[in-house]
């Protein structure tokens, strides 16, 4: 009998320690949060900091769904240099390093395998203070196995706000990171039509006519026309008699139509766009209806092809057909 007893308590002992290393084993190999892969990576100590610095911890250690592009610590240098010399994760402006990292954050996880050749992401990083404010939109592309964000980093040429996915698909719990070269700094209109080759004919426009530096102006600046609401022609608008009727104009004429696309102090939404006249930076309007846009040069409707490019300035809504006012 003291036999059978102590056999049976020897039983109970090594099933409490076997008991006891699954559960630690299983506690070890317990998927981790977004945020605790940050803290964790010694690449990313200055995302670690600035997380903290900006109470953006809880959010990716949180419930959720999150796609995150988690610049390393030299991306973060070479962003910081870039303010200043003797700026650094803990004095940069906290509202400014707080935008920014939101707009490394998309509220859906999203792996590189699901990445189509070019699309638009909301990010979480707000237009504006105001309550309900749209979040600026991240225009991303794939070719191949290449991920990039708004256009990448371009040359030193042509520098560019953007950045490339170096490692894809580290999987969290709450959602997947992919790691940049570069801090994805928010962009305005101008810096949206450079990202996508789409717009380039347009691009190439305003900058002959002189009209970028208008496109950059901020909310903030004391006496501005921002924000917009650009109404964006694709490269396929331009055809060749539309080129050639362009290049026939003179200068003011060309800046006219240019500028007839674009609306001046207001940042209007798909949703919210008026009926009736839209009055334009180049003084006429023109009307739109569901996606038709009736202007004022033409007997042709455009089209309304892509809606609600958010931008640090303004909106963006790319269009079949190239808006032409009146010149009689």
């Not at 089209?303 to 032409?324: E, F, K, M, P, Y």
């Amino acid at each position: 009998m003291k036999n059978l007893i102590k056999k049976f308590t020897i039983a109970c002992f090594a099933l409490t320690v076997l008991s006891c290393s699954d559960d630690d084993n299983n506690n070890s190999n317990q998927p981790q949060t977004i945020a605790d892969i940050a803290i964790a990576g010694a690449d990313f100590s200055i995302l670690e900091t600035a997380l903290t610095r900006t109470n953006l911890v809880a959010t990716l250690d949180g419930a959720g769904s999150f796609t995150v592009f988690a610049p390393t610590n030299d991306a973060f240098n070479t962003f910081f240099a870039s303010l200043g010399s003797n700026v650094n994760v803990n004095n940069v402006d906290v509202n400014v390093l707080r935008s920014i990292l939101l707009n490394h954050v998309i509220n859906e996880e999203i792996t590189s395998a699901n990445i189509p050749a070019s699309v638009y992401k909301n990010t979480l990083s707000p237009f504006s203070s105001a309550a309900g404010s749209p979040t600026i939109s991240m225009f991303i592309q794939k070719e191949g196995s290449v991920v990039t964000l708004n256009g990448g980093i371009g040359t030193s040429a042509s520098p560019r706000k953007g950045a490339v996915v170096t490692t894809a698909d580290i999987d969290a719990s709450n959602g997947v990171i992919h790691v940049v070269n570069r801090v994805i700094q928010i962009p305005n209109i101008v810096d949206h039509a450079i990202a996508n080759p789409n717009f380039s004919t347009l691009t190439s426009l305003l900058v002959a006519q002189g009209l970028v530096p208008t496109l950059q102006q901020t909310n903030t600046q004391a006496s501005t026309l921002a924000p917009f609401t650009v109404f964006a022609p694709v490269n396929s608008a331009f055809s060749q008699p539309v080129l050639d009727l362009y290049g026939s104009l003179s200068s003011d004429a060309k800046s006219q139509v240019l500028t007839y696309h674009v609306v001046s102090g207001a940042n209007v939404r798909s949703n919210a766009i008026p009926s009736g006249n839209i009055a334009t930076v180049q003084g006429q309007g023109f009307t739109i209806t569901g996606t038709a846009i009736n202007d004022a040069g033409s007997d042709v409707n455009k089209n309304i092809i892509l809606t609600d490019v958010q931008c640090s300035n303004g909106v963006v809504h790319a269009i079949d057909g190239v808006l032409l006012p009146s010149f009689n």
